[in-house]
């Protein structure tokens, strides 16, 4: 964990907040490359704050940093009366209590947080600490012009958990929904960011203990999106009610 060159001492305290967060010494970056940061350090990663945010980096160049990327475009339309895939797949409805059990970039919790609004809840899980720690951070300081999607962000909780222990854990009818997308096995994305996650992130498959688990814990509906060819849907026994370009949306609806 460093800081950009020159930081102010808002970019000190929000650096060292997130070091002692993921429990990462925080090292001076004084006039330093980045390489050389690697050099000394003896690491090949860093989580580097500045006054744009913080993003993590390696040293063959791949980053990751928080951006609520489609998210922004999904709230705005649905702000408008239009509809979102998601949405529509999961019923997502004001007031509800949706659990997102791999939050990876958090666009999709947003895009929920925007809809369930103030009376309703959104829990984002997240297993990998580092993406856990930045989409967090983001999530509340992110600026943007938009009131709605700034209100979405804060709404939602993040919690650096494994979706498979807080399953076991909660009670029968937790939540209203439970939402699942994984990592998938063939990402077609060239963005720098999808591919920096893909680094990162869980590459476990969700398994059936997990499935029923989240049928036990909602109270509507479990969602599920992947590749529609992936035979995940098949193999996990969710029905496909909505496709997409390059994913699909697939349900069980537990009925209560």
Partial sequence: ????????????????GLADKIGAPLLPRES?????????????????????????QDAGGKE??????????????????????????AGIQSGDRVLD?????????IVAAHVVGETGKVTGLE???VIAALVA????????????????????????????????????????????DPMFRYTVSRSSGVQALKTLANPAPLGPSSVAEAKRVARRRVILKERKMSGEFERLGFRVVKEASNHAFG????GR
């Fill in 127 to 129: 297993s990998q600490p």
């Fill in 137 to 180: 951070h983001g999530l509340t300081t992110y600026r943007s012009d938009s009131p709605r999607l700034k209100r979405a962000m804060r709404r939602v909780r993040v919690h650096c958990a494994d979706y498979r222990e807080v399953l076991s854990s909660c009670p029968d009818d937790a939540y209203d929904i439970v939402f699942f």
């Fill in 101 to 109: 059990c791999t939050l990876g970039l958090g666009s999709d919790a």
């Fill in 1 to 16: 964990m460093t800081t950009s060159r020159k930081p102010g001492e808002e970019v000190r305290t929000e650096a060292q």
């Fill in 64 to 89: 990751f940093f928080f951006h609520p990327n489609m998210a922004a475009v999904r709230v705005k339309e649905l702000s408008r009366g239009g509809t979102d895939a998601l949405v529509e797949a």
């Fill in 32 to 56: 330093f490359s980045l390489a050389k940061m690697f050099e000394m350090s003896g690491s090949g990663e860093a989580i580097i704050v500045g006054p744009g945010g913080a993003r993590w």
């Fill in 251 to 254: 349900v069980l609806d537990c």
